[in-house]
């Protein structure tokens, strides 16, 4: 019911009324004035009706005392009323038509159980009435598309219609953010303000703007992803489409050290399984603001780039040194220019110039006056056209903030860019040398003529390093799908679905992962002093003996492991010291020596499920979080490219005088662990093989944990 | 005589001329006309002649056909005279009286050997008629606090007068640095346009800012730094005068694998050399133009940030996950507000909000009219009164783009926040959530109230985070002098004077080394198998060999090692193997086992000389290039705090299983090290130690390289 509410459909018919009625309009409310504004300032052509039950008059207009006292029902009520009269609004709304709510109140969801419960029941009696609702605690949205703009804070025109969709789960940064693009000339589509996402959900909207034709590319602020799964098929569907979702994730910082059973929990921190699992969808994830919406910009205007060899146009020598590093931090190439463009170059140039990638036509390139041999635009021609670049990013697009005394002489140069760019074999993406705000002047040059300036060198290297990498993830990404966990099936072996929850004891981990051929280290289950001992003898000295249990984490802590035993009578000592902790009996393995280990796990991320984790002992994960991460399920080639991604990575490989590990045998040991995952079902919490000992093509885990909660818990 | 004309006083002389002449002035000339239109911009009140041989007016005005021709001499002529008649205005200069030049010309010094010969020509002209001259191949000098602008680039008004002094090596920028400062209201004292630095050098003008009263902050763009010795001088001097130099140096990106006999110079990159230096010098380094800016706004306008526990005040939940984000990144610190000020918040703010640290009064406790009880201006008072903070970033100084309705309101508010920072007992720091220009109606709202305003929250919370860096700095840096390497004493031993160049042998290295201290592992030089064998017993085995001679390097790429002997008929073999290509005879050494090796040594970098690195070996420096540097000389706080840079410092510290290292005794077999350095003097090109043995409180080099050039080379 609810879902059918927040469908692509009738969030069409909320973003899109043809009359609004403001509910708690009146002269001395901030909130009001502040709605009435947007809408004027939005270019609003429809029917507005201030409605307040006690002021006659708002803005010098007449109220209506409800909404069910309006000739003819408003399509959108924004609604200013305090919380608790927000529901009896509701009803309002009901009997006079209206479909579609803005609750601007707080004190819901947000506020503790009892505003949980106020919540739930206004969403209810919305829905009850085939009410779409989009709130409480939500600031409203703004179509620049459609000229309608019911937001309750400041909007300094002009808006500027363009590809961006923007969601924002924080409505106080509109403003920032708008005007952030209106100083860019970054037009969009549609801005909205979730609040509590009481009904109307970042989801819901997501596949809103998937579908709409108005928007090229998807600009995220999100405090949390709350229905991970779908996000994930939208992520999918979007890259598909060629729609870039562009996220500023926030929530970086920990929030506090986690107490874990299993150790991959403690070393895959939140947000580094954020950054694995938006980059596993292809979402690209920025770190500021400006960012987000420099990156949007670019991959909403540009043409797709889709080769790193880029040629730069320049005036200033300074520019070419920064653009050298950024690009050289972004790993886009700066070629040298083939032969037939440096001799085309010469010809343009003046004196004292260089016809070398980065170009600099110096001061007296840009200064010099004659039309199109002006060698700042000419050069642009020529760099364009070179076989050995796959894009051009041109600073010789320059506008001042006001009309220059030649002015017609300015267009006129301008023009003859937006003409070389046309007919360019390459995308040219024309880039300031800092991120300045375009005045009413320049954009009213560079709108008209199709110029989207980025916005500065480091922003703008940042874009395009990220448009690039988007564009490889679309080439290579395939198209997988499914949710995490599976729901395990009826057939899987009875013990396992027996097996109680808590910390298992070893021996069923140890079966578990025999089921999806994870191989381990030999062990033999020894229930007595002599049965240790004739282990021992069979499995070849030194032996490890481990006590087993249920419910025993921590083993090496509680001293319920001894290592490096050599002897008969080392193995009895310690069988005697560990039995009192072993209730299931005390596990004998041979020792393994040399070459590497590592840590493998699944931890389960509240948002995101189960994540595998792997990285080398020691130092590595400790220290330094040298750990790859990948949301599951995944499939033999992310096995693998995890292990590329570790920095230690080297080692595995076998620097000098280290072991070499077989990678495709360990990526397939990790691709099996992973299965492992829907063998237990919803109720895994940890499973983790460390150490997972590697020498060669010796691939064994020495030792598992497996954690389970109460299926229901 | 060029160090004099190139003086404070006389660079005084240089920026504040009363009047100018423009050579080369004419209406057709788009220089002239730059040159002309940037001094009106800046508001010159003086004299300005125009002159041209040819030209009878210029700009409307009447021209002199040299400057021989005025009646008064001009202060300062710009010369905008082709590269080739550059030097007949100079006689002009000394013959009409005078004293300052800026030479636009280029074709100098940057165009080959030629280009340097009629540069060395024109400065000595220069000089020996007493002339200063800037240039040439530069664009000239803005000095906004005196409102003389002789710029041949477009300047857009209104140029701010302000605490940032900025020096650029390349001149090009200096629109887009202008419009930026513009932008965001920073002010600057002076800005210079380097160009070829023929006679006034980057070093000069730094010497002139670091005792110019109207500048507070000195912000670089730097290519390269020229005069290593006197700009560490200089970063001591201003730092010690507390004035923060910041500086963005590019040519980040590797310019080609460099070759080298030593591991050190291929694992200490250029580019790391320029951090490890400007962090040793307390210079700031930024990675951007934005940053370099608004990193100087910063320390030129608001008070000394000396504590890291930030209050945050917001109207926005967004805004505070974002700073939340950036404050982890940067070490900043968001405390828990003292009881005391959540109980005076709780008075002042709007129900449904907490009164924790970061605030947010949300939209309500901004739109909120109620004079000095307004929630973002009442609750800022509460916060810059907390003892747990030592600074408040400030998000409520909002200012809009245009005069709104209430513009009168919008003073008042203005005018509460400027009281309460007034008598806030911490500093406060206002900020805008993103990096947008001020308009002139905004500036013209915060000009005269001296509020400076953060460009955005990701530049603003970076500068901060340079900013108590730099106070830091300031604390804990001693006053380090010396430059390095000093020149060796006569008194130094014969045979270290009579060391040919080139790669020394071994023996001379281990009695370099031991000369300073530096522990080798014991070795034996045996001229035949028998000593060899007999060297082998007494030092017990296993045993290593190598071959001993002068210009032997990479001594196990060409077999001159043998490793792990075990037994007399192994030692005897090696020996046989080893003796052909061992000139000075064969080192026999024990085998050292267990423990870490490191690698240590000293490379020379072009710009600041002699550079001491220190890495664990293997992977850490090969692959990671976790390397801690050191322009020489340190002291043993310096060794100390190297080995704590390492990422692989927990290693040393004895991880689980791994081997404890003594830092102390390490730290001291470091700094002996790098003494060892002042006895070889200039001709040292490598001298490295690797490995470097450790284990426990033994510290061993178990290898030495030493390379020299020749003294005059």
């Given at each position: 019911?609810?879902d059918q ?18 509910v ?29 039950p006690r ?25 200013l ?35 949980r ?14 009410i ?7 600031l ?9 703009a ?6 300094s025109?002009?808006?500027i ?26 037009g ?36 949390e ?47 580094a ?15 500021s ?24 146009v ?9 653009i ?20 085309a ?28 041999a002006?060698?700042?635009?000419a ?30 002489a300015?267009?006129a140069r ?9 007919v360019?074999?390459v ?10 705000d ?6 009213g ?16 290297l ?25 729901q ?12 109680p ?82 209730a ?19 931890t ?46 080297p ?46 093509d ?10 389970t ?5």
């Amino acid at each position: 019911m609810t879902d059918q509410l927040a469908s692509p459909g009738r969030l069409r018919e909320l973003f899109s009324p043809a009359s609004i009625a403001l509910v708690g309009a009146s002269d001395t409310s901030g909130w009001a004035l502040n709605v009435y504004n947007s809408l004027r300032t939005g270019g609003f052509a429809g029917r507005f009706t201030p409605v307040h039950p006690r002021h006659p008059t708002a803005f010098g207009l007449a109220t209506r005392s409800s909404l069910r006292a309006l000739e003819e029902p408003a399509d959108l009520a924004f609604v200013l009323a305090p919380t608790q009269a927000v529901e009896e609004v509701v009803y309002d709304a009901a009997a006079a038509g209206t479909r579609n709510l803005i609750i601007l109140a707080a004190g819901f969801g947000e506020q503790g159980e009892e505003g949980r419960e106020l919540e739930r029941r206004l969403v209810d009696t919305a829905a009850a009435h085939g009410i779409t609702l989009l709130g409480p605690n939500g600031l409203g949205f703004i179509n620049a598309t459609a000229h309608v703009a019911p937001y309750a804070l400041t909007l300094s025109p002009p808006l500027i219609a363009g590809p961006v969709g923007v969601v924002l789960q924080s409505g106080a940064l509109a403003s920032a953010v708008l005007g952030f693009a209106r100083g860019h000339s970054i037009g969009l589509s549609l801005l909205i303000s979730m609040g509590n996402e009481g009904m109307v959900t970042t989801a819901d909207v997501i596949d809103y703007l998937i579908d709409d034709e108005a928007t090229r590319v998807i600009a995220l602020f999100l405090e949390e992803i709350r229905q991970p799964a779908r996000f994930a098929a939208q992520a999918r569907r979007a890259l598909a489409a060629g729609k870039p979702i562009v996220a500023l994730k926030v929530g970086r910082s920990p929030a506090g050290q986690r107490v874990a059973l299993a150790h991959t929990g403690a070393v895959a921190g939140d947000d580094a399984v954020v950054d694995a699992a938006l980059r596993q969808l292809g979402v690209i994830r920025v770190r500021s603001l400006e960012e987000l919406l420099v990156t949007a910009g670019l991959l909403g205007f540009a043409p797709p780039l889709t080769g790193r060899r880029m040629g730069v146009v320049t005036a200033s020598g300074g520019a070419c040194d920064v653009i050298a590093d950024r690009a050289h931090e972004e790993g886009i190439e700066i070629p040298e220019f083939a032969p037939e463009t440096v001799a085309a170059l010469k010809a343009v140039l003046p004196p004292f110039t260089s016809p070398r990638n980065p170009l600099d036509v110096t001061g007296y390139g840009l200064a010099h006056l004659a039309g199109a041999a002006r060698p700042i635009t000419a050069s642009l021609g020529a760099v364009s056209r070179d076989p050995n670049v796959d894009f051009v990013l041109n600073l010789g697009v320059v506008v001042p903030p006001v009309p220059p005394p030649d002015a017609a002489a300015l267009e006129a140069r301008l023009d003859e860019q937006v003409a070389i760019i046309a007919v360019s074999p390459v995308p040219v993406v024309p880039a300031t040398t800092m991120c300045a705000d375009l005045t009413e002047y320049s954009r009213g040059l560079l709108l008209p003529r199709r110029l989207h300036l980025l916005a500065g060198l480091d922003l703008g290297l940042t874009a395009i390093g990220h448009a690039l990498r988007w564009q490889e993830k679309r080439q290579i990404l395939p198209a997988k799908s499914g949710e995490y966990p599976a729901q395990p099936g009826e057939d899987r072996p009875r013990w396992l679905q027996e097996q109680p929850s808590g910390v298992w004891p070893e021996t069923a981990g140890r079966r578990l992962l025999e089921l999806t051929g994870v191989p381990m280290v030999p062990a033999v289950l020894a229930e007595s002093e002599v049965e240790a001992v004739a282990a021992a003898t069979r499995l070849g000295y030194p032996v490890a003996l481990k006590a087993c249990a249920a419910g025993l984490a921590h083993k090496s802590d509680v001293g319920a492991v001894a290592l490096g035993l050599s002897s008969p009578a080392d193995v009895r000592r310690a069988y005697a010291r560990i039995r009192r902790m072993a209730a299931e009996g005390v596990l004998v393995s041979p020792m393994r020596r040399g070459g590497h280990e590592l840590l493998a796990g699944v931890t389960v991320d509240a948002t995101f499920g189960p994540v595998l984790a792997v990285g080398l002992g020691g130092i590595w994960v400790e220290a330094l979080r040298d750990v790859a991460m990948r949301v599951l399920p995944i499939d033999s080639s992310d096995a693998h490219e995890m292990l590329g991604e570790l920095r230690a990575a080297p080692l595995l490989r076998g620097g000098r005088g280290e072991a070499t590990v077989d990678l495709d045998r360990l990526a397939e040991v990790l691709l099996r662990l992973s299965q492992a995952v829907a063998l237990v079902g919803p109720s895994l919490q940890a499973l983790e093989v460390n150490p997972l000992w590697c020498r060669g093509d010796q691939v064994e885990g020495l030792d598992v944990l497996v954690v389970t909660a109460l299926e229901d818990g």
